[in-house]
């Protein structure tokens, strides 16, 4: 009989590594060329899989980032394609489409002048599209930013990096932050940074912040925004600014729909999430 082939089964023997994509949480991300046929004619993949060394709790991160993309079909989320085990097992890679033309952060900057606030105004949608899909899978992304927003082709976005992405699954209404190595706390909702507290609408605090990069073509960060000028910025001092009411500026030539929307965003935010009045 015809063995059955599971399309998502990828052998190591014909992953190829051609790129290095950049460094995650956990695990680094390589573009590899995935070729059975060894024609050269191999499909291109991104790869994330484990830093060398790294201990079993991130194994286990990548256990859930994998079991969490394999749920996941929208047109505005990065598609996965399988698996690549590795040493018998021991080693697992997970293997996603791969979008030649990098994330927004790589792509605005580029292509400014082809980028109208139409255009702009399309891809702040698909990632709501994207993010609301998510959030009816009760999964919060805990990650969204421009960084993390791949594109597809000019008129398309798709949401990535899920590395911190975790299941509510269990009917609990927030997720308790633990020790993160390195948290985008920019990014970050105050009941993030003040209760390490982790709501759905944390993730509409971080969409706030994402629509700030796309108005500003991600060329003003919000980690330099947001940079008090009383010397480096700690946490403390960033939940200081935050509680004092200060927010990113309206970026130039932003209209005013759009700060509107910004507002509808924070009030999205405010509703939702409990703890914000202690803010
Ligand atoms: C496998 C890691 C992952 C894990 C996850 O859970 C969701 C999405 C991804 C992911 C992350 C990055 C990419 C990329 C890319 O980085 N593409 C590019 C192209 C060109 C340039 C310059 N830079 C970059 N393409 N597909 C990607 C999927």
Known sequence: PIQEVDPTVFDTRFLRKIDDLGEGHFGKVELCQYDPHGDGRGELVAVKSLKPNSKGQLAC??????????????????????????????????????????????????????????????????????????????????????RNVLVENESTVKIGDFGLTMSMKEDKSYYTVKEETVSPVYWYAPECLVDCKFYPASDVWSFGVTLYELMTYCESSPTTMLRSSEGPMTLTRLVEVLMAGRRLPCPPRCPDTVRELREVVSSAHQGCSLSLSLI
């Open 61 to 146: 991160h990548l256990r859930r980032e994998i079991d969490t993309m394999r749920e996941l079909y929208h047109r505005n989320i990065v598609k996965y394609k399988g698996v690549c085990s590795e040493e018998g097992g021991r080693t697992t890679k997970l293997i996603m489409e791969y979008l030649p033309a990098g994330s927004l952060k790589d792509y605005l900057p580029r292509r400014k002048h082809q980028t109208d606030l139409k255009r702009l105004l399309q891809y702040a949608l698909q990632i709501c599209q994207g993010m609301d899909y998510l959030g009816s899978q009760r999964f919060i992304h805990r990650d969204l930013a421009a």
